[in-house]
């Protein structure tokens, strides 16, 4: 086998990520633009929050060639026949107008059903619709959102400096959110509303980003997978050619995998009593 083909990365049958954020200042775009490049799949769904219309509406717009090298690597996997499913998050709400339009290996939907090659039936959708259900409001709310803005920008200070000493990417927000109860606690609300949501829809689990914390995990029966974000954790759900998901860092390290489904026999070859 030749160098140049031992080194390609692993096709993926899919691929997830969400709370890209665009636009906005905390977005680790230089990562993703890395992450794509060398990305094979079949098809990547973005999950909301790709770009932060938000962020471009209130304050000064971050774009340069990050960013830049993010819309072409995107347009690279396309016209490499990846097809490109784009289901809109709250950040970028008002492309939820289009909705239904279908392009080239390109298609806009509301939310989606994703279907595994096990065969496990999967909701696509970005998880705001679950904010009646986890969040309070008020002036804590309010107050967190400020906050946490603050912590972003000490984050990117902080691995401005690690990089200088060539440490890898860490994430002090995360940190951070794991020592608050409150914060785990709104996980746990996020976690059931998504999980109950696809035994609604008599589906096998939920795919998600919107809370930027990746998480990959069944219970009772039911996946929960969390693609995470590009503000902080820099992750990406993956599925494999069997169906086993994985979730991915930005250079493309396993952090958790979830196997492929055991396929069912036909009655006949299941094994009887004595």
Known sequence: MSPSIAQLPPRRRAVFLSDVHLGAKHCHAAELAEFLANLRCDRLYLVGDIVDLWWMAQRRMAWGAAQYRVIEALHALRRAGTELIYVPGNHDRPIRRFCGLALPRMSIRRRSIHVTADGRRLLVTHGD??????????????????????????????????????????????????????????????????????????????????????????????????????????????????????????????????????????DAQLPHAA
């Open 129 to 266: 619709d679950y904010d009646g259900v986890t969040h309070f409001g008020g002036l804590q709310e309010r107050f967190g959102d400020w906050l946490y803005y603050r912590i972003l920008t000490g984050n990117q200070m902080l691995n401005r400096v690690r990089r200088r000493f060539g440490l890898r990417y860490w994430s002090l927000s995360e940190f951070l959110k794991r020592q608050s109860g409150a914060a785990e606690r709104y996980i746990a609300r996020f976690v059931q509303a998504g999980l109950d949501d696809a035994r609604r829809r008599g589906l096998d689990g939920v795919i998600c980003g919107h809370i930027h914390r990746p998480g990959l995990f069944e219970r009772d029966g039911c996946v929960y997978a969390n693609d995470g974000d590009w503000v902080e954790s820099l992750t990406a759900l993956a599925e494999d050619p069997d169906g086993s998901l994985r979730l991915l860092s930005h250079n493309g390290d396993t952090l958790a995998m979830l196997p492929a489904r055991a396929p069912r026999l036909p």
